[in-house]
């Protein structure tokens, strides 16, 4: 298998899931995705992670975006884990997780490093657009907590690039200012970009987001 890179069609599959049997790209419908994998139940990095991203769901709900998690464990491990994440955690686990016992979905998305693990999945992450297109690919090693602040970013930076004609600079959080795409020219800027703009260098080009 290939690795997935930005651009690509985000592969389709059939599991089975904590909350039923899903396809992967009618589950997704519309939404953006964020599809993410951890490399064995009751493992506590994840457990952690599985937690914070329960209580994010209102956050990515507002972004469009559905949440989906893998593990190599069976449905019954899966569900034993849940009740330990939502004590632990003191949350709810309220999005589906995905039983990839056989390692089809984990191989489809090369989630399989036999240098780290030939048994376990990395921690992936990958975030998919309407499109179904992926739009951003992650690795974690299993020592290190993703950081789902990052995450929001990131899809609050591909959803407006996907309108406009900018970029979002080092840092950039929703609200600030962006980077006018170098391809529109100074003579097209106040039609494009009615809010004003502060030019740094001929390249480099400021102004307000658009969208707020």
């Not at 997704?28 to 457990?47: E, I, N, Q, R, Y």
């Not at 499109?131 to 020592?143: G, M, V």
Request: some cysteine.
């Amino acid at each position: 298998m290939s690795t997935l890179r930005l651009g690509d069609i985000a592969p389709d599959f059939h599991a089975e899931t904590t909350q039923g049997p899903i396809n992967f790209h009618e589950w997704l419908g519309d939404s953006w995705g964020v599809l993410f994998s951890h490399p064995a139940d009751f493992t506590p990095v994840c457990t952690t992670e599985l937690g914070t991203v329960a209580n994010y769901v209102p956050e990515f709900t507002k972004r469009n975006t559905k949440v989906i998690a893998l593990s190599v464990d069976g449905l019954d491990s899966h569900k034993e884990w849940i009740k330990d994440i939502n004590e632990t955690q003191n949350t709810e686990v309220n999005f589906p997780i995905i039983a990839d016992e056989d390692k089809k979905v984990a191989n489809l998305y090369d989630m399989l490093h036999p240098n780290a693990s030939d048994k376990f999945t990395v921690r992936s992450v990958f975030v998919i657009g309407p499109d179904k297109k992926i739009k951003l690919t992650l690795t974690y090693p299993a020592s290190t907590g993703r950081n789902f602040d990052e995450l929001l970013r990131v899809i609050d930076s591909l959803q407006l690039t996907a309108n406009y004609s900018v970029a979002t600079p080092a840092n950039w959080k929703d609200g600030e200012d962006v980077v006018i795409a170098p391809a529109i020219p100074d003579s097209d800027i106040p039609a494009k970009f009615p809010k004003g703009h502060k030019p740094i260098k001929p390249y480099l080009r400021l102004t307000p987001q658009p969208n707020k």
